[in-house]
């Protein structure tokens, strides 16, 4: 298939690194298309971790194109971080292999001093990972963003920035309390990023068109995940970009006819980090094992993530909001030794039983999880080849899941590693 898209059935962290490294292997081009520094997508290759934040997860393969897309805010400070440290490790040697689209907005350090000043003093946390990213996409909304075209003319940066500044300052010292920043050092500053990063900046959804013409595949890479959407997830407990599939077109500059398929990557169970409601929330012994067992904490900030069962409300409403044509199921190896595993049906609120996962946060923190039991396995299964050599209670598990999703596991993922999936169906291959 030529064009797929993945993107993350829950609240983010499910895995998608990993399962994007694995498949850029059988693609050309990785392409992220939204979300920015607030990722942390976490890559073990021959026993080495990369955490990456902006890249495109398909970095590590020698002869692929990464971009990132219109639809991403760059802080372009991580950005150049990240492609030193990719050329001290020995990739990233070519300097083609990566392009940035000249349309992705910029985030300065004062999107990050709002970010963390009105979080420190919204009442109703979101828990924010303060990278910037709310106030950079309302920038982009208001039409006051800087883009990285603007860097091509040096007093078009300087004027925007100075209105920007104008603005930010009196937000930052009246409204926050906080210390307001200068132009000059900060125009100097971002000056040396454009320039730093000029050779990658280019318009990248030409580039694609081309690339779609000579049939080339090309893998989506979405960030974050389904629930934390800003228009179908927990509102306002959300980040602010559209994390769903649809927007993997506007977000890099592609039509909706060109998509062949988009995958839905869910954990064996549920995470979730940073405020907002989460029904199948375990604050017990069980919640310490996954988190502890599946090393359940944030790539971006460290914070511990809090943990759950899986939950197939969430994930049928992810099927239906980016029409997922297949699953891959992650960390199935972090539920091996528990005696029995609960999966959540529905949700019970009242007297009432609802199927569908509700607009409302608030009703959403009311809804009791309706379970149902399956039998655990003891085996570690790390090691498996095939899902025909699973334990028969795990092979119950992810059919169980399949059919409370209606979508078919194409892939499991039973370790960190490369090598610990299982690959029941290639989309890059069909
Ligand atoms: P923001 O994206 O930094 O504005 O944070 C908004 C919400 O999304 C917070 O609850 C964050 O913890 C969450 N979030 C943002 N990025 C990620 C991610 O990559 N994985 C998991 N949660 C995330």
């Known amino acids: 298939m030529a064009c797929v898209v993945v993107v993350g059935t829950q609240w983010g962290d499910e895995g998608k690194g990993k399962i994007i490294d694995l498949l850029a292997e059988f693609a050309d081009v990785i392409v992220r298309f939204q979300g920015g520094s607030n990722a942390g997508h976490t890559l073990v290759v021959e026993g080495e971790k990369f955490i990456f934040h902006l890249m495109p997860s398909g970095i590590l393969h020698k002869g692929k194109t990464c971009i990132i897309g219109n639809g991403v805010v760059v802080d372009p400070k991580v950005l150049i971080e990240e492609i030193d440290q990719l050329k001290e490790q020995g990739y990233l040697q070519d300097d083609s292999q990566f392009l940035l689209s000249e349309q992705a907005h910029v985030i300065f350090p004062y999107h990050k001093q709002i970010d963390k000043g009105r979080e420190r003093i919204r009442s109703g946390k979101i828990g924010t990972t303060g990278r910037g990213i709310g106030p950079a996409y309302e920038d982009k909304v208001a ?69 779609i013409r000579e049939g080339k595949q090309i893998l989506f890479e979405g960030a974050q995940g389904t629930l934390l959407d800003v228009d179908h997830g927990t509102y306002p407990y959300v980040t602010s970009s559209n994390t769903v599939a649809g927007n993997a077109c506007a977000g890099a500059g592609i039509g909706p006819t060109q998509i062949d398929l988009v995958m839905g990557i869910s954990k064996a169970y549920t995470t979730r980090v940073g405020g907002g409601p ?98 655990g396995w003891h085996e570690e299964i790390s090691a498996v080849k095939e ?24 892939i499991v993922s039973i370790g960190a590693q490369r090598d610990e999936t299982i690959i029941r169906h290639n989309p890059l291959l069909s």
């Open 143 to 211: 039409r006051d963003g800087i883009r990285f075209v603007d860097f091509s003319d040096e007093e078009v940066l300087r004027k925007k920035l100075e209105a920007n500044l104008a603005q930010k300052n009196y937000y930052l010292t009246h409204v926050l309390g906080e210390e307001g920043l200068e132009l000059e050092p900060l125009y100097q500053e971002y000056m040396q990023y454009g320039t730093r990063l000029r050779q990658h900046v280019t318009n990248t959804s030409l580039f694609l068109a081309q690339q």
């Open 278 to 375: 989460f029904p199948t929330e375990l604050s017990d012994e069980i919640g310490e094992m996954l988190r502890e067992k599946g090393g359940e904490y944030g790539a971006t900030t460290g914070r511990p993530r809090r943990c759950g069962w899986f939950d197939a409300v969430v994930v049928r409403h992810a099927v239906r909001v980016n029409g997922l044509g297949g699953l891959a199921i992650t960390k199935l190896d972090t539920l091996s030794g528990l005696k029995t595993i609960k999966v959540c049906t529905a949700y019970q609120v009242g007297d009432d039983v609802i199927t569908e996962f509700p607009a409302s946060s608030e009703l959403v923190a009311r809804c009791q999880p309706v379970y149902e039991e399956l039998q």
């Open 387 to 410: 899902v025909s050599q699973l334990p028969p209670a795990a092979q119950r598990y992810l059919e169980r899941i399949e059919e409370l999703t209606q979508t078919p596991i194409h």
